[in-house]
């Protein structure tokens, strides 16, 4: 008897003392989670209750900082609307285009270990640079676009200083940069199975409905965990803003954490900006829980539907 | 073996949490307090001599270490030169510089005396952050001019540290080249605007050589503009005020920007480009006026502040750059703004006199000479305005125009009648308000609607802009 129950029990002890080691080794992530993420999110809550504008105490206004966002900020709309557009036109050329490179990388063509490098190396560019060499480019007056435009005859075109271009030639630049999904999806591209393609061609499938209905399927978890990120990273963009329009022209790209970047460190009012922050987050999370709600239609699980 | 674990994962998270409290110290350390090394070297043999304890005030700057320590070098000569005071420089990087002293306020830790940008003194003013500093100048031989007051509710809350006007900067060369005459430096002879827009078709030209209004003038193929009128929104105001509008009524209190003198002010600068066709196309999304048009060689005249002549026209001197100063064309009034971050004294100080005594002392123009040489800054007591002599020390060297050229179009225009003080020297919110403006005019200089539409459209949310939207 004891024979038998004493390794049984001694996995027993050794299962506890395994768990409270887990336990313990979590307290320091679980302390920085709370006091660096809940800590604070909780209390940007509480100031966004507040006239707060660093100077004078805070005082409690209740829900007044989101009523005068909603009904009288003169930005909060067109902000709103520039960012969603912003992040779709982003989001889905992003997606396409590191999609494709992706898939021609992934064939065997010379220097392809060069080219790899090359479409991600805008990725890992300083930002400030970026923007500075694309603002050459996109230049009203002297630029480079538009320097091959009148070469060829044809009109300028204001890009960056036209309300209506602006956000285009902005997404523009983040497809560009989209070097790391790029790399996402050539890892996923690698794990497809080659004997789906195998099987397929003997079958008869061309290389289209080969990519229609294997590659894609197999890909469908990378291409969810990419659309989430670039979502996210598309609907807090900031960068462009603050390096190339400010904002404008007029709102055009007044994305929605400019906006709360002016409130709290241009107008010092703090109070409100953490009203707009709750806002971005609002927008942030019925995007992701959209997603979320429809990935099981669409995703592909090689383990079945195991949920 | 598990007290062990306990005790390694126990150290893990005491280490996560001195993180965290390392990053607030290392905070504190970003403003350098630059003192320390000096202290011992100066006040070494002072110690001695003075029995009396001196009074310890701190002065905040924005700028580097370097320029901290630079300074505090000035701030020592202060500390040795009477033994009732000691001033310590704090310097605080400009981008972090307003945050960092919103932070200290809070807390109730604000250094006793120390710079603040121009949009933010009367903010602090009406919060009560600063104190009356009228009586600073009382019993002295000279004051600063006039304009570069801060006033709130009449009192005087600061003076600002250094004097800046708007100008208009042009290439000599390109001057030359089309046989037209010189911009005037004199305010008696400022051009109109209409001879100002005349100048500037002459000096625009297409690939093929031909001005606006010529046959066959290509808009498209500008290679060389004529003009460039700088369009963020503070400097508009002063097309509004010359064309007898303005932003705000005198006294600050009313919104004057929907007028029809203001609004046809503005559009008379946006129809440079799309009317006159000799400016280039500007939607005030950078701050770098100077350096797109004179600089890069593309425009041959261009509005912006006289700092530019220290900060990048000195450089591009050296490079080959002949450039020349004059005083801004007019509407119907002859007006230019002056501007200048302010020097304040912070209202929680314990010591309201040694800081005042310390600023007067500091802000005399010996204590700037290398900003001020370098013509990046101008001085702000009249009477390196008014008395010749003094003028000759300060504008007579190589970084400057030639003397009479900029005597003439900055420092007596600058003491002149036109020279009106910029809307924060007596305005509340100027910053919600030119944000407000240039986002509403965002459409107005390409085009797509008028100033008048777009002005009048938004003129409640401009009003309300400069309530501070309460």
């Known amino acids: 008897m004891e024979t038998i129950n004493k390794p049984l029990k001694r996995r027993s002890r050794y299962n506890s003392s395994e768990a409270r080691v887990a336990y313990i080794c979590l307290i320091p992530a679980f302390l920085g989670l709370f006091f660096l993420t809940y800590a604070p999110l909780v209390g940007v809550l509480g100031i966004s ?52 490179i992706a ?78 999904l790029i790399v996402i999806f050539l890892a996923g591209l690698q794990n497809v199975p080659s004997v789906y393609h195998e099987a397929a061609e003997v079958d008869g499938a061309g290389g289209w409905k080969r990519f229609i209905h294997i590659t894609l399927p197999s890909m469908s978890p990378i291409i969810f965990y990419n659309l989430l990120m670039s979502l996210i990273a598309n609907l807090q963009v900031v960068t462009p803003a603050l390096a190339l329009t400010n904002g404008g022209p007029g709102n055009s790209s007044r994305f929605l954490t400019y906006l709360m970047y002016d409130q709290a460190f241009v107008n010092y009012k703090l109070g409100y900006a953490c009203a707009t922050t709750f806002v971005i987050f609002a927008i942030l999370a019925v995007f992701t829980a959209l997603l979320f709600k429809t990935s099981n239609r669409w995703i592909y699980n090689e383990g079945g539907d195991d949920k | ?140 031989d000279s004051k600063p001019l006039d304009s570069l007051a801060y006033k709130y509710q009449g009192k005087t809350v600061a003076y600002a540290a250094a004097n800046e006007i708007l100008l208009l900067y042009y290439n000599k060369d390109m001057f030359d080249k089309a046989g037209v005459a010189y911009p005037p430096s004199v305010l008696d002879k400022a051009w109109t605007w209409d001879e100002f827009v005349a100048a500037a078709k002459k000096l625009t030209n297409d690939k093929n050589g031909k001005h606006p209004g010529d046959d066959g003038f290509d808009a498209n193929g500008i290679v060389q503009y004529g003009a460039s009128v700088e369009n963020l929104p503070w400097q508009l105001e002063t097309w509004t005020l010359s064309n007898g509008g303005g932003f705000y009524s005198a006294d600050g209190t009313d919104v004057r920007v929907g007028e029809d003198a203001s609004i046809e002010a503005i559009q008379k600068v946006a129809d440079l480009y799309l009317k006159d066709h000799v400016a280039p196309l500007s939607v005030g999304q950078t701050d770098d006026g100077i350096q797109r048009t004179i600089i890069a060689g593309t425009v041959a005249m261009a509005t912006n502040g006289a700092w530019n002549v220290g900060t990048s026209l000195n450089t591009a001197k050296d490079e080959g750059l002949k450039y020349g100063v004059a005083v801004l064309p ?141």
């Not at chain 1, 409690?60 to 557009?85: C, E, H, M, R, W």
């Not at chain 2, 036109?418 to 308000?433: E, I």
Request: aromatic residues 14%; charged residues 20%.
């Open chain 2, 1 to 140: 073996m598990n007290t062990g674990k306990k005790i390694g994962a126990g150290l893990l998270s005491a280490a996560l949490v001195l993180g965290v409290v390392g990053c607030g110290n290392n905070e504190d350390k970003e403003t350098n307090t630059t003192s320390k090394g000096t202290d011992t070297t100066t006040n070494s043999p002072d110690t001695s001599s003075s029995t009396t304890e001196k009074v310890k005030i701190t002065y905040s700057m924005w700028g580097s270490a370097e320029e901290g320590s630079v300074t505090q070098k000035v701030a020592d000569k202060f500390n040795a030169s009477q033994d009732k005071i000691e001033v310590e420089v704090v310097s605080i990087p400009w981008e972090s510089y307003m945050t960092k002293l919103n932070t200290q306020a809070t807390g109730g830790q604000l250094p006793d005396t120390g710079m603040l940008k121009e949009d933010g003194v009367i903010q602090w003013s009406s919060e009560g952050m600063l104190n009356d500093v009228s009586a600073m100048y009382e019993g002295s």
């Open chain 1, 103 to 180: 898939m021609l990388l992934n064939r065997k063509i010379p220097a392809r270990g060069f080219l790899r490098a090359v479409f991600y190396v805008p990725f890992v560019l300083p930002a400030a640079a970026i923007y500075v060499g694309w603002s050459w480019l996109y230049e009203a007056n002297f630029g480079f676009f538009n320097f091959l435009l009148s070469k060829v005859g044809l009109n300028k075109v204001l890009f960056i200083a036209d309300s209506s271009y602006v956000v285009p030639s902005l997404s523009l630049i983040s497809v560009w940069l989209s070097g790391n």
């Open chain 2, 330 to 470: 007019y509407m119907k009034d002859k007006v230019t703004l002056n501007t200048g971050g302010a020097n304040v004294v912070f209202s929680q100080t314990k010591h309201p006199k040694e800081a005042m005594e310390w600023l007067k002392w500091y802000n005399s123009e010996e204590n700037n000479w290398g900003l001020i040489s370098s013509g990046i800054w101008m001085p702000t007591l009249q009477k390196w305005y008014t008395d010749e002599a003094l003028t000759h020390k300060w504008v007579d060297n190589p970084n400057f125009p030639p003397y009479e050229e900029y005597k003439s179009a900055v420092v007596d225009y600058a003491q002149s009648s036109a020279a009106r003080p910029a809307s924060w020297f007596f305005t509340n919110y100027t910053t919600d308000f030119n944000t407000l403006l240039g986002s509403v005019l965002g459409d107005v200089w390409t085009g797509k609607t008028t100033a008048k539409d777009a002005i009048t459209k938004n003129l409640d949310a401009l009003k309300a802009a400069h309530t501070g939207n309460k």
């Open chain 1, 49 to 100: 209750l507040t006239n707060w504008t660093g100077l004078k105490s805070p005082e409690f206004i209740g829900f007044d900082n989101y009523v005068q966002l909603f009904t009288k900020d003169p930005y909060i709309k067109d902000s709103i609307i520039a960012t969603i557009y912003f992040a779709f036109l982003s989001v889905i050329g992003s997606m396409v285009y590191s999609f494709f």
